[in-house]
Each structure stands twice: as structure tokens, then as C-alpha cells.
């Protein structure tokens, strides 16, 4: 999926607004964030309750046992993970708060305060945002990352986020990561492409412990 911006615009506004980000730019290369795209928000937010706080093998593993209990074309649907005993979700190996979270997903889809795709399409980021956290288990970041890599959103300034903060301060050098306000204030010159600086912050962590991307 194309980001619905310019890349090396993005790039060459950020590089004009922040010489300390343009150092990171320059050791990093091309912006490379990859847009995954997204199916329904209710698809993406099923997967996304499955793999909190676990390896990626190992939510995997559990989200492939999810789907098989949805047997046929359309898979796992709201009104289907409603009906889905909770036994045969715990036995897929979701804990009981995950299995309280996908049937209140699976709930607040059905009754609409999960919008449809071509609904989340035309909102706004803070819109989203307001609407998606209303879902049991489902958090700030975890609709954050979902507005940048599945909706490729120009402008998400994720500042909870460890990887960004840490790589604030790595570029800043400063001796303590920032506070939320402090990464706000700053991100404010990053407008309207926090998102490609937020990337560029996650790629100076990466730089600091040997990684090229």
C-alpha cells in the first residue's frame, strides 16, 4: 500500500526544520515504513488484542488458532467472536482479559462505535482515536500504530512510545528520555509528518545498537 503522502517531500521538510533529525536522515537512508493496509478495523483489532504483549512467534501461533475456530470464507466476524464460547478462545490460548476484550470488540462493532473501513477512512486522526479507545483493552498506542502503519496516516506522534522517546534521546543527547510534553513541544516543528520523524527516531535506537534498518 502507497502512503498517501510524499516520502521525499516528507523527508526534505524535516530535514529543512530539525539539523539534529537530518543527522539521524542522513545515517538511515530512505524512509522505509511499510504500510501493511488493513482488511476491516475489526480484523486489524482482533489481531492486534491477540499479539499484546507477546513475541511475535507465539501470537502468531494463538492468532492462527483463533481463525480456525472460524472455519469459511469470511473468517472470524464480530457477530461470530460474540457467539464463540469463551472456553474455545481460552483453549486457543488467549488469556481471559483478551477474551473479554475481543467480545467487547466484537460488541462495540455490531452496535457501530467501531466504525466501518470507509467510515475510519474519512476521520480524522483524533476522531479515531476517541472512537477506537473506547474498546476494552484496546489503548492510545495501539490505535496510534494502527493510524501509521495500517491507515499510513502523515502525522502520528506516538510520544508514549519507548522505541520514539529513546531515540529522542539519542538524537538530542540528552541523559534522560523526554517527557510526553517535552516530545510534543519539540514535535511541533515535525508537523504535519510526525509520523516519518517518529520512524526516523525508531531508526537512531536502531543505528545505536548496530542495526542499518
Do not use: C
Not at 504500510?35 to 501470537?59: E, M, N, T
Not at 477474551?99 to 462505535?113: E, F, I, N, Q
Not at 493510524?147 to 502520528?156: A, Q, S, T
Amino acid at each position: 500500500m502507497e502512503p498517501s503522502f510524499d516520502p521525499t517531500e516528507a523527508v526534505a521538510a524535516l530535514r529543512r526544520a530539525d539539523k539534529r533529525l537530518a543527522h539521524v536522515i542522513d545515517r538511515a537512508g530512505p524512509y522505509g515504513l511499510v504500510i501493511q493496509g488493513i482488511d476491516s478495523p475489526f480484523a486489524a483489532l482482533l489481531r492486534a488484542i491477540v499479539y499484546q504483549q507477546l513475541s511475535g512467534k507465539a501470537a502468531a501461533t494463538i492468532l492462527g488458532r483463533v481463525q480456525a475456530l472460524f472455519p469459511g470464507r469470511r473468517g472470524a466476524t464480530p457477530q461470530g467472536v460474540l457467539d464463540a464460547p469463551e472456553e474455545s478462545l481460552r483453549q486457543a490460548g488467549m488469556s481471559r482479559a483478551k477474551v473479554a476484550a475481543v467480545k467487547d470488540l466484537a460488541a462495540k462493532t455490531l452496535d457501530g462505535t467501531v466504525p466501518t473501513l470507509a467510515r475510519l477512512r474519512k476521520m480524522s486522526d483524533a476522531e479515531v482515536l476517541s472512537r477506537l479507545v473506547q474498546v476494552r483493552g484496546v489503548g492510545v498506542w495501539t490505535v496510534e500504530m494502527l493510524l501509521m502503519f495500517r491507515l499510513g496516516r502523515p502525522d502520528v506522534l506516538p510520544v508514549g512510545d519507548l522505541g520514539v522517546r529513546k531515540g529522542f534521546m539519542l538524537t538530542y543527547r540528552r541523559e534522560e528520555m523526554p517527557t510526553a510534553g517535552e516530545l510534543l513541544e519539540h514535535g511541533e516543528r515535525w508537523r504535519p509528518y510526525r509520523s516519518v520523524a517518529s520512524w526516523y527516531l525508531w531508526r537512531a535506537v536502531d543505528l545505536a545498537n548496530g542495526k542499518s534498518k
